[in-house]
């Protein structure tokens, strides 16, 4: 397998359990990117702008006492402040879409993914 990340740590896995030798190849921790916080394999990768970002961040990073399994909402994004701060909520919905938007497709760019 080649990539460390959450879907080839996944396929690694899922082979291996299956009985098949594997073998992991990963760049980590001899290179890492400006998307990894740690040197961990499996590690999500997407900005905490988009919702599987925020939702990764919050569940490895909450505290125990506001810790709510279910808070998969856009109160979970970092919120726009100061001079961005949006009151009108269907405005800062529509904020909070296209920076998602614009974070992905930088994300893309970056490590040169491919849409389908």
């Known amino acids: 397998m080649i990539g460390g990340g ?3 740590s ?3 896995w899922q082979a291996a359990e299956k009985g098949i ?3 992991l190849f990963e760049m980590r921790p001899k ?3 400006g998307a990894h916080t740690s040197g961990y394999l499996g590690e999500l990768v997407c900005s905490e702008t988009t919702m599987i970002g925020a939702l990764s961040n ?4 909450a505290s125990a006492a506001d810790f709510q399994p279910m808070k998969a909402n856009f ?3 970092p919120p726009f402040v100061g001079d ?4 009108e909520k ?4 529509q904020a909070y879409t296209d920076r998602a938007l614009k974070d992905l497709d930088a994300f893309i760019r970056i490590y040169q993914l491919h849409k389908y």
């Open 6 to 8: 959450l879907a080839g």
């Open 10 to 12: 996944e396929a690694a």
């Open 21 to 23: 030798h594997v073998t």
């Open 31 to 33: 290179f890492q990117t």
């Open 58 to 61: 919050y569940v490895t990073h």
């Open 75 to 77: 109160g979970l994004l």
């Open 84 to 87: 961005q701060a949006i009151k």
């Open 90 to 93: 269907r405005k800062r919905y």
